[in-house]
């Protein structure tokens, strides 16, 4: 699927609705933005568990085991982190 939304001259955009369910966005949460070279990926911090089962989960699947509490730990840090530097402005 695609989805398109145009800049203003303000540098605004509405994201469009398919993006907000695909992220289970909504009204208060973050919305996170992973800049790796020319590639942008975007997360929402929802704040649910689940944000942090997916991190660990390609294309959101299912994990194959449970995960330990160092590995949910190092996930919750890595997370943060991130939000750290983003809000910094780093």
């Known amino acids: 699927m695609v989805a398109l ?3 203003t001259k303000k540098y605004q955009t509405t994201v469009p609705k398919a993006v907000l369910k695909a992220l289970r966005a909504s009204p208060g949460n973050q919305l996170v933005y992973i800049i ?3 590639n942008v990926t ?4 929802t704040g649910k568990m689940i944000d942090l ?3 660990f989960s390609k294309f959101g699947k299912p994990p ?6 160092k590995e949910l ?3 919750a840090a890595e997370m943060w982190s991130q939000t750290s ?3 910094d402005g780093l």
């Open 5 to 7: 939304s145009k800049i």
């Open 36 to 38: 790796e070279g020319d």
């Open 42 to 45: 975007l997360q929402a911090r």
């Open 53 to 55: 089962v997916e991190r």
């Open 64 to 69: 194959e085991r449970p995960f330990s509490l």
């Open 73 to 75: 730990d190092d996930a």
């Open 85 to 87: 530097r983003i809000s």
